[in-house]
């Protein structure tokens, strides 16, 4: 059973930089970063996967946001720098709770936090 909790967002001027944290209790081999914005769909920001690799990025965020997990922790980051005003969402944090044993990808979320702020003005 995986629990997801967001932390790290906060207001911040257009070109500043925030890090999410994403503390995970239990365990996902398949994890990602969503947001949303007011009036929008949800959006995949970035996929990690048991390795730690980061990948599918969304095309707004590449070069400007790195996903990463630290094992140890058992926690998810997201660096964000270069911020913009279209960066302003609720930002989530998501896992798969099977194991996933081909590409984890996006379609495998099923689990969700509650999600953390972030406002670029």
């Known amino acids: 059973h995986v629990q997801l909790v967001e932390s790290g967002g906060g207001s911040v001027q257009t070109g500043g930089s925030l890090r999410l944290s994403c503390a995970v209790s239990g365990y996902s081999n398949c994890m990602a970063w969503f947001r949303q914005a007011p009036g929008k769909e949800r959006e995949g920001v970035v996929v990690?996967?048991?390795?730690?690799?980061?990948?599918d990025y969304a095309e707004s965020v590449k070069g400007r946001f790195t996903g990463s997990k630290d094992h140890a922790a058992n926690t998810l980051y997201l660096q964000m720098y270069s911020l913009k005003l279209d960066d302003t969402a609720m930002y989530f944090c998501a896992a798969a709770a099977r194991v996933v044993v081909h590409s984890c990808g996006y379609k495998h979320m099923d689990t969700w936090g509650k999600g953390t702020q972030v406002t670029v003005s």
């Open positions: 990690i996967d048991s390795t730690g690799s980061a990948y």
